[in-house]
């Protein structure tokens, strides 16, 4: 059989491009912004994860220019040979302060962190413990490692320690969480987790993506959160969210980031994070140790769109992240629901299966600290004139 038959017969796309719904790979033609320039005209952006509204600062934006001008333009190698510099070392030291860990490890992606912490970590007679809605790099994680990864119902910490049973006593236990699940806004239960992990000797690893800058009390993350940050071995995370650039980092114990840095093969054979990658997250990071308030008004603006759309009757995923997940249910009616928001200038994401169950359809729609009131009222007014148009304004609200 010919290698691209799966490829030519592939179909889905050009079908949802016939209709005129196809949502995907509009264009950016300013700064990522609450208010953005997208495709000849200005969308209200609640379809992105910039949370802190640092992307688009000019303190983020000069770092970047600076630290450009000063180390060019890349590293032209990998962090093991000769690509790391003077900021990845500023930044791992301030970070793993930041997180309350002793060191930090990081690498050019966030996707290329959970793949290179897990597939470094986990061995071949170890067993992994993951969430059914963990991210996909987590899966891609420990399909890379040479353990066994067994999957636990959403936030189904009796399943998790059903299965955790079965795991035989002399094998090394990874359980594997989101801080905050990326669709739904779902908060994991780490207090409950962490009692898990302490009963069975495993080790813990939380991935932060969409939690650092949002939970605690300077924005640390879910361990901070719940003030449990000693219990938690392994804190991952991106920049590519609060903290305004691009890459990824883990928290850790000085031994376990040692090991990473001399086993780890994503982080060995890759090139190292831009300079200019670099200091712009390590001013987003300063920024927001500054400038905490970020956090609780991000908390206020994530409420209040909660308030617009509840007065409208609008059914959501119930959630105290700034992440708000619309209920659409069908597929077609999703994509065109999302065509009709981007039509009435607001920008949303489809979420769709296998992200979602068949007929559990979602808009997902996220919130930036710097949202002003009169964007968010007039985002929630189009959501409602384009939700009854579909006949999804629940009236039992």
């Known amino acids: 059989m010919d290698l691209f038959k799966k490829c030519n017969d592939f179909k889905i796309v050009s079908e949802i491009k016939s209709k005129g719904i196809y949502p995907y790979f509009h264009t950016l033609e300013s700064k990522q912004d609450t208010v953005v320039n997208m495709e000849g005209s200005q969308k209200i952006m609640i379809g992105s994860n910039n949370y802190l509204g640092l992307t688009s600062d000019e303190r983020v934006i000069e770092a970047c220019v600076k630290a ?59 067993f992994i413990l993951c969430d059914k809605e963990n991210h996909a790099s987590i899966y891609d994680g420990c399909k890379l490692s040479y353990g066994k990864m067994i999957r636990f ?91 305004a650039s691009m890459g990824g980092y883990c928290g850790c114990s000085h031994e376990v980031a040692e090991y990473i840095r001399h086993n780890s093969r994503p982080f060995i054979f890759s090139a190292s994070i831009t300079p200019g990658c670099l200091a712009s997250t390590l001013e987003a990071l300063r920024i927001i140790k500054r400038e905490p308030e970020r956090i609780r008004h991000l908390s206020e603006v994530a409420d209040y769109m909660r308030e617009l759309l509840r007065s409208r009757n609008i059914k959501f995923a119930d959630s105290k992240a700034p992440i708000i997940a619309l209920f659409t249910y069908e597929q077609d009616i999703t994509l065109m629901v999302c065509k009709r928001l981007f039509e009435e ?53």
């Open 153 to 243: 119902n959403h936030l189904d910490y009796y399943d998790l320690e059903e299965k955790i049973k079965l795991v035989p006593k002399e094998s090394g236990i990874l359980i594997v969480t989101d801080g905050i699940f990326s669709m739904t806004g779902d908060i994991c239960d780490l207090p409950r987790l962490v009692e898990i992990k302490k009963k069975y000797g495993a080790r813990l690893m939380v991935d932060d993506a969409h939690s650092l800058g949002v939970l605690g009390k300077t924005g640390a993350g879910t361990a901070e959160y719940f003030g449990l940050t000693n219990e938690v071995d392994l804190i991952y995370g991106t920049f590519s969210k609060s903290l």
């Open 345 to 397: 200038g607001v920008y949303a994401n489809p979420v769709l299966p296998p992200a979602t169950p068949p007929g559990q359809c979602l808009v997902r729609t996220t919130y930036t600290a710097t949202h002003k009131k009169e964007e968010l009222e007039k985002a929630a007014d189009i959501i409602a004139k384009v939700f009854e148009e579909f006949d999804l304004i629940d009236k039992n609200i």
């Open 68 to 126: 450009t001008r000063e180390f060019g333009t890349g590293c032209s190698g990998s962090r093991f040979l000769n690509g790391t510099t003077t900021l990845h070392l500023t930044l791992e030291k301030e970070l793993a302060d930041f997180l309350g860990k002793e060191d930090c490890v990081t690498m050019s992606t966030g996707f290329q962190t959970n793949i290179g912490v897990i597939s470094a970590i986990v061995g071949r007679n170890d």
